[in-house]
């Protein structure tokens, strides 16, 4: 079966385009008649004469009406002409918000590549760390570690606060993944600063600064 909703779009045409181009194609019909009846009427004597002017008169009329048909169907054709425009330029619009916000986009996930590249080095460094904190044994072992620590620690901060500002900038232009991503992160990344200060104590380290 074929639908018969129609969306109000639709029926706005019919009442302003198709309307008016059937009532000027059935106007122009029954002009095409009565000239076609007008060309074969007899003029043979004053009956078929009056006949013929009056049947004259009548495509005079027509005429007139068929203008007007006209006129109609052309003030349609610019109210549809206008919305196109309209639309396309709203579509144009659209078009170059996209591509801003895909361009902010991208930006995003460059800094956040790059983010996860820094925390996944410093998971490396972390754990090399570790290893190298336990086979520590001499106090000058310890000392070495205590700025290998330290370094760490910046580093650790720095990205932390890289994190925080990917996540403030993706939370303002409203890419609420990216913002949770960055921030979940950041969490991370100064739980494992916590974690390598309570290792360092434990070891007799000190607290980082």
């Not at 639709?10 to 007008?38: C, G, H, T, Y």
């Not at 916000?101 to 460094?125: C, H, I, P, S």
């Amino acid at each position: 079966m074929v639908p018969t909703t129609m969306s109000k779009r639709d029926k706005l045409q019919d009442s302003e385009l198709v309307v008016a181009a059937r009532a000027l194609d059935a106007e122009l019909a029954r002009f095409e008649s009565q000239a076609e009846q007008l060309e074969k009427a007899p003029l043979q004597s004053e009956k078929h004469l009056e006949r013929a002017s009056a049947m004259l008169q009548g495509l005079a009329d027509l005429d007139e009406q068929l203008r007007g048909r006209v006129t109609a169907l052309v003030g349609a054709i610019s109210k549809v002409r206008d919305r196109q425009q309209a639309q396309a330029e709203a579509i144009h619009l659209r078009a170059q918000e996209l591509q801003r916000r895909t361009e902010v986009f991208k930006d995003l996930l460059v800094r956040y590549g790059a983010l996860g590249q820094n925390a996944g080095e410093l998971n490396v460094q972390m754990q090399q760390f570790a290893q190298q904190r336990q086979a520590a044994k001499t106090p000058e072992e310890n000392a070495a570690l205590a700025g290998t620590f330290q370094a760490l620690q910046e580093r650790m901060s720095l990205v932390a606060d890289e994190a925080h500002s990917l996540a403030q900038a993706a939370e303002e232009q409203a890419f609420l993944d990216v913002a949770r991503q960055a921030d979940s992160l950041r969490q991370q990344l100064l739980s494992a600063r916590n974690k390598m200060s309570l290792l360092q104590k434990s070891f007799g380290g000190g607290a980082a600064s």
